[in-house]
């Protein structure tokens, strides 16, 4: 319960976030030149994502910063299924929208939903594992190299670009998910910190939802929205306290009792 509660306060600045976001695409830019005008929700909007970083980063300070593995750090995602299915579901779609496209011979468009769909059949057998108590082990990766790359081929799109507001939201947005992800693929290695998963968990869901008021396609919303999605799901599994022990072995009592028997 008190996840659910700690998940609304990302998605609720997420949601302001995506206004601000529309808000400066309408009035911080000119229409004609696309460059900025300087209006001020250009400078509040950075201001107020960077005050809920400072807020998540102090939240998340209170949790363990120690390395654990993944059933030390999550719990089964058996309640959480629709929410990590849904957003499996919309990288598929996703990517498959964008392989479809790239048959006007985009390369770009083919790489990236090849990964996508690549990563969501990844993480929908890690799903599938990890409910049957088996570790998933690389599956977890896969979204790792999907933002990663993700985020190198936007930031060649805007190389060129002269004004930097007009796309840092989807740069941080994407910086932000990879970060996510591999800090929740850390603990199916015995590396992972509940610390900054939380911290970046939450980064993820505000600037995902920011981005999402970017002049995107469609394609690209459908992974924005997934990944956002996957990164709620793990959250909700996020274990509060500390892991349940490992039931006793009861063939180690009975021989540790008959070693005692013996020496008296």
């Not at 400072?54 to 363990?64: D, K, M, P, Q, S």
């Not at 924005?224 to 022990?245: F, I, K, N």
Request: hydrophobic letters at 55%; aromatic letters at 10%; proline letters at 4%.
């Amino acid at each position: 319960m008190k996840e659910k509660i700690y998940l609304a306060l990302p998605l609720a600045t997420g949601a302001l976030g995506f206004l601000g976001r529309w808000a400066e695409l309408r009035l911080g830019f000119d229409g004609a030149t696309g460059l900025a005008t300087g209006h001020i929700v250009s400078t509040l909007l950075p201001l107020y994502l960077a005050a809920a970083a400072v807020l998540y980063l102090a939240a998340a300070w209170r949790r363990g910063g120690g390395k654990e593995g993944l059933s030390a750090g999550f719990e089964t995602p058996q309640g959480v299924l629709p929410v990590l299915l849904a957003g499996v579901l919309l990288t598929l779609a996703g990517g498959g929208l964008m392989m479809a496209r790239a048959l006007q011979g985009d390369v770009v468009d083919l790489l990236l939903g090849a990964l996508s769909a690549v990563s969501g059949c990844a993480m929908f057998a890690a799903v599938w594992q990890w409910r049957r108590e088996t570790a998933p082990g690389n599956l977890l990766l896969a979204p790792v190299l999907q933002y990663v790359v993700w985020l190198l081929l936007t930031y060649k799109d805007y190389a060129d670009y002269p004004v930097t507001a007009r796309f840092y939201t989807e740069v941080l947005a994407l910086a932000a998910l990879a970060l996510a992800a591999y800090q929740a693929g850390a603990f199916a290695f015995g590396q992972g910190s509940r610390r900054m998963f939380a911290f970046s968990a939450a980064m993820a869901v505000t600037l995902g939802c920011t981005a999402l008021a970017d002049g995107v396609s469609l394609p690209l919303r459908l992974l924005y929205g997934g990944a956002v999605l996957q990164v709620c799901g793990l959250w909700l599994c996020q274990r509060l306290g500390a892991a349940p022990a490992a039931p006793e072995d009861p063939a180690d009592g009975e021989t540790a009792e008959d070693g005692g028997a013996e020496q008296a």
